[in-house]
């Protein structure tokens, strides 16, 4: 079965440049979600979209803005690079357009190392 | 504020025996809970969920027990195999209408051995 597909998988960034994360979500899924995995922590959430519009936002940084096309791929854009910011970036994605069955499939994630 | 917990980071049990995985929340608004597999360098891999509204779901091998009361969850596994060992995140959902965010604890590292 097709899975949640991210890219690059791997991105090494200089502080103060950008960097695009992209995330094909699982066909027919109209709902993506954006997670950041710091070194030894759990996955915590960025935003969502539900049918290309915003639908929840978390602890993301205000140099980060991301969005949802019309082909239900998102992309996260990260500016002003910060050492900070080098963690693992998951994507899911889900159909349930937060219905009570609404499980989350999870990409492979990319690694982002910010020098 | 860990609003999700997971106080085992590391659990080992043999080859055969039972798993229990513990997870413990503070958030009564959580809605739905859910336990994830994960493998180094892979994401998180869907395992079984359950609803606030039950106390049980079996899935072969998976059976996750929420007691709703105690704000206590728990992830069993029997019988464990040595393909189980990896980290396993308990995982709350706040309904938002459109998109529900995700929780998470801390994570344990199971380790089933021969």
Known sequence: AAG????????????????????????????????????????????????????????????????????YHSELNMSSLELGDSALYFCASSSGGGGVSDTQYFGPGTRLTVL | DQQVKQNSPSLSVQEGRISILNCDYTNSMFDYFLWYKKYPAEGPTFLISISSIKDKNEDGRFTVFLNKSAKHLSLHIVPSQPGDSAVYFCAARTPTGGGNKLTFGTGTQLKVEL
Not at chain 1, 40 to 68: C, H, N, V, W
């Open chain 1, 4 to 71: 949640v597909i991210q890219s690059p998988r791997h991105l090494i960034k200089e502080k103060r440049e950008t960097a695009t994360l992209k995330c094909y979500p699982i066909p027919r899924h109209d709902t993506v979600y954006w997670y950041q995995q710091g070194p030894g922590q759990d996955p915590q959430f960025l935003i969502s979209f539900y049918e290309k519009m915003q639908s929840d936002k978390g602890s993301i940084p205000d140099r980060f803005s991301a969005q949802q096309f019309s082909d």
